[in-house]
RNA sequence: CGGGACAUAGCUCAGUUUGGUAGAGCGCUGCGUUCGGGACGCAGAGGUCGCAGGUUCAAAUCCUGUUGUCCCGACCA
């Protein structure tokens, strides 16, 4: 390939839209252009980084006997309602109608589309198990698509759905994905993480999210430096807390002090002198057509998604100022649980270790002292509803836990029956019985994985691409464009290359070296080769290593074959 | 959907407060000199100032509306 020819659109300056480090290279470099929000364009580059990364996830789908397929991203929405989903999956599907005016969707996944073909297509259980996987566009329209490639609402994703007979047929499908991602994500050159998830609305038993480790990622991330552990912040357990010997605390009669002007936790504590652990937080949650209360320590941030797997409902999110003050009889900010009525009332589990707390009095401007579960107010439940942190022990080997941020590039499903046995997904088994399928999902955002690589391999130069997923291999730098003898040179590098099947650029465009040089780091070929006057008097070329910074001049007759095994030795990270 | 900001040349931005002939740097075209880490000179091309109304002798600038974009939050297989 000839640099001259290639539509490679470098920029001097960052794009003012670009906030991340990925979305700012990838638009220098000329891999990516915007149309819309959340909508890009691969240019030749870029998609070949794509192609790249693509290829990978296609050697290691099919080594596990999953099969590729493709199908449309043109759905009917007859299926849709099948399922049950086209009044579930609210605005982030895309709608349209046809010229008949009938609805249509466009795909932001596969479940209902891939069901329907194997209920039709599937009917022994001869056929089964079955891997079935595409590489495909998916939309979804985001409410806030953001950081280029990270979050769009057109993206490309690797899409699977295994069918199996039995739950442990599952798992043995399940366990083949784990490590077919593993492989990938190893192979793309990336440091991740598979962390335990949650399951969300999808249910099912086991999942597991792919983590990308950057601090630019979306998700926090619980692991364990001891074991193994490591989950989604949304999905981290933490441990209920020894019980403490009540009778070890003498109880406090309750005490209604004033405490006005003050509305955060932290003023309280600092106001009546007391430690933030002291201190019960009241918040409430509209959940569906239901408020609840959910009491944490002050010094806690409630978990969601703990809380809306726990009521087991739709919607969830705080209560309307209007419903508080009717509900507490007070401005917002001074409810407590004490004398609460008309709601259920849900504690995590270190409220009952609170011993003569300070919590909301729901009555304006006042709060309570010495507050005590049993004797001031009772709950529905104990439950673990709190966001873990950095001082919550491993909840499997009891050790202390970190927190870092990744970027979720892979999501691994057991779904169970949900979809088969809404669309009756059925087979005949060895007795002619009719059964249901057990499904499972398993995605891998494509060009998020591109951006993931590049949060992690990236300096102030520019994109420094593992060499599995670069556009090319090796860029071959003519010094001089219009000396024929170094021209000749470079081609003659560039024939040894490719006979060997390394990917290598020629930069024959009529720039300076600096703009070449400049223009390589930014794009980030891992190794260039510097063809100048010394390659003609003395046969010497310079290399240079993208990654390493380490660079040297040797004889091409001997530096051409150590560039061969250097690539190829590089791309074998199986 | 709530909060904030922005929209002027391909890119980065000035000009808007106080209305009066649309600017700079980079990029682009031509010629010349250069040529190992983003060269220099000369000559050019390129914008109905997001769009639509309104005020005014006169609008990039003031007013109204609208669309798009970005950030924070809420939301999210």
Known sequence: MKMSQLLMPTLREAPAEAEIMSHNLMLRAGLIRKLAAGVYSFLPLGYRVIKKIENIVREEMDRKGAQELLLPALQPAELWQDSGRWNVYGKELMRLKDRHDRDFCLGPTHEEVITDLVRREVKSYKQLPLNLYQIQTKFRDEIRPRFGLMRGREFIMKDAYSFDYSREGLDESYEKMYEAYCNIFKRCGLVYRAVEADTGAIGGSDSH??????ETGENEIVHCASCHYA?????????????LDAASQE?????????????????????????????????????????????????REVNEIKLKNMLGCIELYLAETEIVEKITNAAVGFAGPVNLSGVKVFADYEITNVINGIAGANKTDYHLKNVNF????????????????????????GNPVAITRGIEVGHIFKLGTKYSEAMNATYLDENGKEKVCTMGCYGIGIGRTAAAAIEQNNDDKGIIWPMPIAPFHVVIVPIKANDREIMDIADNIYQSFSEKGIEAIIDDRKERPGVKFNDADLIGFPIRIVVGKKSVNEGKVEVKIRK???????????????????????????
Not at 267 to 274: A, G, H, K, M
Request: hydrophobic share 45%.
């Open 374 to 397: 049993k004797r001031d107010f009772q709950v529905e439940a104990f439950c673990d509803l709190r966001l873990a942190t950095v001082d919550d022990p491993c909840p499997h080997c």
């Open 548 to 574: 390493s910074g380490e660079e040297w001049e040797e004889q091409l007759d001997q530096v051409i074959p150590k560039i061969i095994s250097l690539v190829q030795a590089d791309l074998e990270m199986k």
């Open 251 to 299: 109880m406090l009669p309750l005490e209604e002090v004033k405490t006005p002007d003050i509305h955060t936790i932290e003023e309280l504590s600092e106001f009546l002198n007391i430690n933030v652990e002291q201190t019960i937080k009241t918040l409430l949650y509209q959940a569906d057509d239901e408020v609840v209360a959910v009491l944490v320590r002050g010094d």
């Open 231 to 243: 989950a989604n912040m949304e999905k981290a357990v933490c441990a209920a807390p020894q019980e």
């Open 209 to 214: 999210e792919f983590m990308v480790m950057a």
